[in-house]
């Protein structure tokens, strides 16, 4: 069986982010460079992530940044809540997005909304204003699918 695509879009990786990733395609929409770059994560590709970042954006230590986020971060999923703009008519675009991970045994999300603008083509991710979490309550299922209650399992901390 195919491999789904870890930005859950649920097309197969090899389809969804995977030409992305490997430079065969381009984004055509602010939504599909948030989910490869997700996925840039989860495959931990530093170098898709930097390229993808708005060359304004860039800074000399990114690589190792980068690298060191990876360590020890186990990602669960990604859910787009919704997007401005940012088809492929636009110039800019905005996207709200929750990714879960777990880190060190812990349950965690970023909550962003990033802005996103296209150049010559080319999509970039430029900065995000990060929102607050919402995680699971203590009764619901943990996002780690082993079908445990969040505060048995990953949310114990909480
Ligand atoms: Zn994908
Ligand atoms: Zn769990």
Redesign the pocket.
């Known amino acids: 069986m195919d491999e789904q695509?870890?930005?859950l879009?649920g097309?197969p990786?090899l389809t969804?982010?995977a030409p992305l990733l490997s430079g065969t395609r381009k984004a055509e929409t602010a939504g599909q460079l948030m989910?490869?770059r997700y996925?840039a994560f989860v495959k931990q590709s530093a170098e898709y992530l930097i390229q993808t970042l708005h060359p304004s954006k860039r800074r000399h230590d990114d690589a190792e940044q980068l690298r060191h986020s990876f360590i020890d971060t186990d990602w669960l999923g990604l859910t787009i809540l919704r997007q401005e703009l940012g088809q492929p008519v636009d110039s800019s675009g905005r996207v709200e997005f929750i990714a879960r991970f777990l880190q060190a045994g812990r349950a965690g999300q970023i909550h962003e909304c990033s802005e996103f603008v296209k150049e010559k083509d080319t999509w970039f991710y430029v900065d995000g204003s990060r929102q607050p979490e919402s995680l699971p309550a203590r009764n619901e299922p943990c996002w780690c699918g082993n079908g445990k209650k969040f505060k048995k399992c990953h949310g114990f901390h909480r």
């Open positions: 695509c870890p930005c879009s097309q990786y969804c982010c989910r490869s996925c």
